[in-house]
């Protein structure tokens, strides 16, 4: 399935198609004798945002996973921008990589490194991005997230929310084509998630990066994504407009879901 038939209607479109950043297909993935992912396929057009809902256990994080290369699939085809995860030699995955960005649950900062060195060190040493530029960029995306005051900090002095942030700003430092976002809000204090969602929210907005989300922020999903696909048992139970699933959903499964979590 592709997301080009959903279109949100608070973003314009430019009319022109876009080009499949991401396709999964027929991937199948098994952890012993459990099949999570089954024979799943689908697409994310660049510049759209994509977002997984579902139970717990029904998958989505092993997609982020796969398309990290932090795992592998025991069957099917993985593509971004139209080269191939498996195979791929060491050098083809360290360059898809690049066009990768991931923000996890728990931010996985450099704790001895200072909030500006954590964002400007992949850049410099992986991109070759000279100290200046770097610092220059790691400052605007700072401003961007709402932390131009806290470039010296360490990540220790921030709270939680702040931290996600920094680890936000540090994911798009490498101008990836697609960030990935694994319930980004999960570990935080109930009263910093809406600031974390806010700057998503912002950056959905003003850049044109492709999102890839996994959430169980229900209204945040419905706010930035084109398209929603409902999982369950590591298959796509349905898939649609955010208005659509969220408004009128087609499947038991996906009402069931949604009024467990609304
Ligand atoms: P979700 O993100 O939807 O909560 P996951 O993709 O994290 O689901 O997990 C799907 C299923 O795969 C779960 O049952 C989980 O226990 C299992 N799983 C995930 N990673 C591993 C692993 N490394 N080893 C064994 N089982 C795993």
Known sequence: MSVDAAKNPERPTTGTTTAELVRLERVTKRFGDQTVLDGLDFSVSAGKHVTLIGPSGSGKTTILRLLMTLTKPDEGTITVDGDQLFPASDKQ????????GMVFQHFNLFPNM???????????????????????????????????????SRPSQLSGGQQQRVAIARALAMR??????????????????????????????????????????????????????MF????????????????????ERTREFLSAVL
């Open 93 to 100: 995955v360290r360059e898809i990589r690049k066009k990768i």
């Open 176 to 229: 990836p084509q697609v960030l990935l976002l694994d319930e980004v809000t999960s570990a935080l204090d109930p009263e910093l998630v809406a600031g974390v969602l806010d700057v998503l929210r912002d950056i959905a907005r003003s850049t044109d990066i492709t999102l890839l989300c996994v959430t169980h922020e229900m209204g945040f999903a419905r706010d930035i994504s084109d398209q929603v696909l």
């Open 114 to 152: 200072t909030v500006l060195r954590n964002i400007t060190e992949a850049p410099v040493t992986v991109l070759g991005m000279s100290r200046d530029e770097a610092d220059a960029r790691a400052r605007e995306l700072l401003d961007l997230v709402g932390l131009a005051d806290k470039c010296d």
């Open 232 to 251: 369950d048992s590591g298959r796509v139970v349905e898939s649609g407009p955010p208005e659509r699933i969220f408004g009128e959903p087609r499947e």
